[in-house]
């Protein structure tokens, strides 16, 4: 069972950045294949962007409305997974989770509480 915890959330202007945490405790935590979602009010969650354990190195993956202004990474051994956020815009205010996804697919397992990002215009 692996429990996720997210931070980093908060109120930025449009074109700020912010960096988002997930720390991830649990039996293989270092390993698993991770998501970051969102959630804006009224609408179905979102996939922001993945990345994939491999032996070759993570694989990562990002949705095309937010390629060249987010990155995706993650420490290993903190168990830490990281979202740097840019360029942020108005419409991408939401609850940001991160999640445990099944191995090759972008399919939630889990996630957790979240944390909220607003972005004023």
């Known amino acids: 069972q692996v429990r996720l915890v997210e931070s980093g959330g908060g109120l930025v202007q449009a074109e700020d950045s912010l960096r988002l945490t997930c720390v991830a405790s649990?039996?293989?935590?270092?390993?698993?294949?991770m998501a970051w979602y969102r959630q804006a009010p009224g609408k179905e969650r979102e996939i922001v962007d993945s990345?994939?354990?491999?032996?070759?190195?993570?694989?990562?993956s990002y949705a095309d409305s937010v390629k060249g202004r987010f990155t995706i990474s993650r420490d290993s051994a903190k168990h830490t997974m990281y979202l740097q956020m840019s360029r942020l815009r108005p419409e991408e205010t939401a609850i940001y989770y991160c999640d445990v996804v099944i191995p090759d697919t972008v399919e939630s397992i889990c996630w957790g509480q979240g944390t909220q990002v607003t972005v004023s215009a």
């Open positions: 990345i994939r354990f491999s032996f070759r190195g993570d694989i990562i």
């Open positions: 649990g039996r293989r935590a270092s390993n698993y294949d």
